[in-house]
């Protein structure tokens, strides 16, 4: 073994938890972004089981200058439950830096977006949420996604068939 390859940094284990896949048909996604969660003790065992759904979340900046996640139900955990139990949706705070929590809350008050959770993993021992900032589709906009979906299926087969 050389001695570049001993320097190499350890690879970063990503685990998926739960996706929100409702999320990229109802909104349009403009941009992603990276964001951990504080979470308690059993709400990180839950999410080890993945007793998480994101069908409803969103997060939404408050007075005090934080992103907060709203509405992401982490189940109970069954042995802690009795005593170190958690509310399972209760409001979590989001872990970002500060110009990015100032430039997404800007958009949000301004500009009518919204910040969904497009999906929960493990990177390593840490549980990271990734966040969109998305506008709402409108009935037009569907039917034009469906409508591309469609021509590109067709052309995929043409080409096939050649």
């Known amino acids: ?22 999320a990229r048909f109802d909104f349009k996604v403009e941009e992603k972004l990276e964001a951990g969660l504080q979470l308690t003790g059993s709400e990180v065992k839950s999410l080890r089981e993945g007793t998480v759904t994101l069908s409803d979340a969103y ?4 007075r005090g200058g934080e992103l907060m996640l709203h509405n992401a139900h982490i ?14 949706l209760r409001p979590r705070k989001l872990l970002m830096h500060r110009a990015e929590i100032d430039r997404w809350s800007s958009k949000v008050r301004e500009r009518g ?6 999906s929960i993993y493990f990177k390593g021992p840490n549980a990271k949420v990734e966040l969109g900032l998305c506008t709402g589709k409108t009935h037009e906009d ?15 087969r043409a080409i096939r068939r050649r």
């Open 59 to 62: 997060a939404l900046p408050t």
């Open 75 to 88: 189940g109970p955990y069954g042995p802690a439950a009795a005593v170190y139990g958690h509310d399972p």
């Open 142 to 156: 569907r039917r034009h996604d469906i409508k591309a979906r469609e021509t590109k299926r067709e052309m995929d």
């Open 1 to 22: 073994m050389s001695a570049v390859e001993r320097q190499r940094p350890q690879e970063v284990k990503i685990r998926p938890v739960a996706e929100h896949r409702r």
């Open 113 to 118: 977006y919204s910040i969904i959770p497009l």
